[in-house]
DNA sequence: AGCTTAACATACTAAGTAGTATATTGTCAA
DNA sequence: TTGACAATATACTACTTAGTATGTTAAGCT
């Protein structure tokens, strides 16, 4: 067998070949980036030369440019809304207090590098949402998503008795969606 | 001589010679492109060509692109800010009540359009401040001067009863321009 | 009038930009 | 083992960009 016949490893880096772990560098990279110098503020050299890979594995990911910035709002930032401004509402009993509490934690006492993954959205619900049309329907529809999944909380907060009855839950859940984006200025 | 040899005046336009005048319509351009594309988004070549201007004017009045930038803060958005949401506070003895109607009136039956002047701050801000250290600070400069004006009228209002005297005028006037910030988006 | 200078215009450049064409190489099925 | 194709690399192109160099003209001063 022999499997790798003993390819000179020398320092250069081995070529492995991994699909999915190639555009998740990619789109690690372009995060950063692209969170960083906006959208329009970062060109696509900018981001290969940040990788290991180059402009034909960019190009063999994403057909354009466009087509990055769409995976980074499915893929990186609407998990990363889920992953930190939902789910873990599921250990508080109250529903508010989990908020009060994930929005301490959050935007309290973090340094601003974490800071940062809040706003990401409003950053480019900003900044693309006159430029491309299918970036603003992503963008709304991430935005809405969470709004939707807070008021799941919050009506799980009136079952449990701890929300008024009266409230409207979308409402609410607009308005702290609002102004948590309003904070993370 | 011989100068030009019947150098016909045609339809062509006049050029008449106007510092200022010339200054306000490339400001204007910029203010009304850079809303709609960010600041990146738009090339001084763009400006110019939606101007009766060419570049050598552009180049004549702003440094540098960015020096333009510094001077859509100052001299556009800095006084939309206050002409919209300082300024109109003065006609309401009880500047709550002008808070409220005032944003009622510039958030809520406007068209989009007219909202836009809202929260090109907030655009800009998200969009510049990682690029260029100068422009965050004159941007922050800009919502600190609307916080501290906005405090004026909320101290007012604790002298004419309006405000209870327990209230942090600070703390309210930051929320405020934090929640309509938020709203805008 | 004529000179001077500020207020522009025109033409250009060097450095980026997104995207393409094509070559190379790992990997896996047969 | 060997094709075959997917995954990646390299080299290039056509175009845009901020900025410059330099030419031209309106307007005030004398």
Known sequence: MMKKTAVKRTSSRRKVRNLEQSRKEILDVASVEVFHHGFQGVSVDDIVMKTSLTKGAFYHHFPTKLDLGYALVDDVV??????????????YPNP???????????????????????????????????????????????????????????????????????????????FIVMTIEGMAG
Not at 78 to 91: D, E, F, M, V, Y
């Open 78 to 91: 609407k998990p990363a809304i889920i992953g930190r401004w939902i789910t873990p509402l599921s250990q």
């Open 96 to 174: 508010l207090k989990g908020i009060v509490e994930q929005t301490k934690l959050l935007l309290g006492g973090m340094d601003p590098s974490q800071l940062k993954l809040g706003c990401p959205l409003n950053n480019l619900v900003q900044e693309m949402t006159p430029v491309d049309k299918e970036f603003k329907k992503r963008l709304q529809a991430t935005l809405a998503l969470w709004v939707a999944e807070l008021e799941v909380h919050l009506k799980r907060g009136k079952k449990t008795g701890f929300v008024r009855k009266d409230v409207n839950t979308r409402q609410v859940a607009l």
